[in-house]
């Protein structure tokens, strides 16, 4: 039996004090999304989603402050 594969975009990633990282946010997709996808698809999401502090996440989508995962 085969698995769903998944992309994660990891956004405004943080590190904790016991030396584990979190992220403030996330977006999922389906299949495997290459990078430049994954970041332009995050954006246009983020652009309409009015419940997310959007202007803090794009920006940490501009600087690289992000994490795309494969599973």
Known sequence: ???ATWTTLRI???????GTTRAMSHIDF???V???EAIDRARHILR???S???GYLLNCLDIGNYELVTE
Do not use: F, N, V, Y
């Not at 405004?12 to 016991?18: E, M, Y």
């Open 30 to 32: 389906k299949g495997t």
């Open 12 to 18: 405004a990633l943080q590190r904790r004090p016991d």
């Open 48 to 50: 309409t989603d009015r």
């Open 52 to 54: 997310l502090d959007k």
């Open 1 to 3: 039996m085969s698995h």
């Open 34 to 36: 290459p990078e430049s």
